[in-house]
């Protein structure tokens, strides 16, 4: 039997042991801490060697005052080197953005210089590279059959000189038409002073959906908003529901007013009100969005045709109707060309994504087969990469 002695014992020793075991732990800890804790020559041998150390805790100090926002702005894009400017000419930016292009026609116009005579695998080479690049057969009909008669009375001598005599033919037939934008204000009709005053010119953009005419639109307006001419917006592709949106932004970013109407309403009153705006404020000149559904709807058409009618009553007058084609779809532009030329007088074009897997073609075809002028052609997706369309650096950017 355990005597009460022995218990006694007993009990103290578990009762020291409760009381050491948590006095030893954390004593343990402490020294831990110190070890793993740098003091001024770890600190020293650490910085000599690259290493970063934490650092130690202190007691939290009184909140700073929050630095200024301009000064956190500058820290930011002092981390952030500034893109240098791009210098680039008009002639550069189109070679250098009609690779796709270029590079159809480089093997043709290689191979027929090569040859070192005009024979028939020379005609023959000239045709499918035009025809592959989406000149159309009618332009390029037309072109062959010149060459053809020059080379025959000896105008033309030689391979090099075939090429050369092709693309100044190319750039003749193209120059015809006049590109750009014309002078606000400059096909305005005869009217009284007062009256003159508040003319307001409409310009028109057409097309279907996907070829960005919205995006066109938004990209004229910042372009005159930096010459100083002051614009006016008209959203009147109320159909597509993004469009209306997609508008507000760019004239947020040119400063230009904008007038909207409700999604699905009439597109001819927000036009309508888009000129009785301007005309009440001095402005000289309406850009105005159209709606862009499947171009053989007859009730599109008819919605353009409303359209135009309301565009020109005073003080509106319509001074541009411009139709914007993306330059991928190639000949199929030419059926929607067509049939909008018929149903609202198109005064030029507007050719798209020139840039991309274009062939570059169909401007010539545009210009040939319907007797439109390219105005304005977009070399990428920039807000200042819509440029006025220039027949020779085209032509040069193609060969």
């Known amino acids: ?15 020291g042991l409760a009381v050491a075991v948590p006095v030893l732990l954390v004593a343990g800890g402490v020294v831990l801490a110190r070890r793993g804790r740098p003091g001024p020559a770890d600190e020293s041998e650490a910085a000599a060697s690259g290493v970063a150390v934490a650092e130690r805790p202190t007691a939290p100090a009184a909140p700073a005052a929050a630095p200024p926002v301009a ?10 080197p500034a893109p240098e400017p791009a210098v680039e000419t008009e002639p550069a930016s189109y070679r250098g953005r009609l690779g796709k292009a270029r590079g159809l026609l480089s093997g043709y116009v290689g191979a027929i210089r090569a ?3 005009i024979d028939a695998g020379t005609w023959d080479d000239l045709e499918e590279a035009l025809i592959r690049a989406d000149v159309g057969v009618g332009a390029t009909d037309a072109l062959l059959d010149d060459l053809r008669d020059r080379v025959k ?7 090099d000189a075939l090429v050369d005599a092709l693309k100044a033919d190319m750039v003749a037939m193209l120059a015809s038409g006049a590109s750009g934008l014309p002078e606000v204000g400059s096909t305005r009709p005869s009217a009284a002073a007062d009256e003159a005053e508040r003319r307001v010119d409409v310009w028109l953009f057409v097309g279907v959906n996907g070829v960005g005419k919205t995006t066109t639109v938004g990209k004229v307006a910042n372009r005159l908003a930096r010459e100083g001419t ?8 109320t ?5 209306g949106e997609q508008l507000q932004l760019w004239a947020e970013r040119s400063g230009a007013d904008i007038v909207r109407g409700a999604e699905g309403g009439d597109p001819s009153s927000v036009v309508f009100d888009a000129v009785q705006r301007a005309a009440s404020r001095g402005v000289p000149l309406v850009l ?5 559904r499947l171009h053989n709807k007859v009730n599109l058409i008819k919605e353009l045709e409303k359209i135009r009618r309301v565009s020109d009553r005073p003080p509106g007058h319509v001074a541009e109707v411009l139709l914007v084609l993306d330059a991928t779809t190639g000949q199929n532009g030419l059926a929607q060309a067509k049939v909008f030329l018929d149903a609202v007088d198109v005064s030029g074009v507007v050719l798209t994504k020139l840039d991309g897997t274009a062939k570059g073609g169909i401007v010539v075809a545009i210009q040939r087969e319907l007797g439109l002028p390219v105005k304005l052609v977009g070399l990428g997706e920039g807000a200042d990469d819509l440029v006025d369309f220039d027949a020779e650096a085209f032509v040069d950017a193609l060969f």
Do not use: C, K, N, Q
């Open 1 to 15: 039997m355990i005597d009460a002695a022995t218990l006694t014992a007993s009990s103290d020793v578990v009762i």
């Open 71 to 80: 000064a956190e702005t500058t820290a930011v894009e002092a981390e952030v």
């Open 115 to 117: 040859r070192g005579r």
């Open 153 to 159: 009375t000896g105008e033309i001598g030689g391979p």
């Open 230 to 237: 002051p614009v006016l917006l008209a959203a009147g592709d």
């Open 239 to 243: 159909f597509r529901a993004a469009a």
């Open 288 to 292: 105005a969005d159209t709606a862009g």
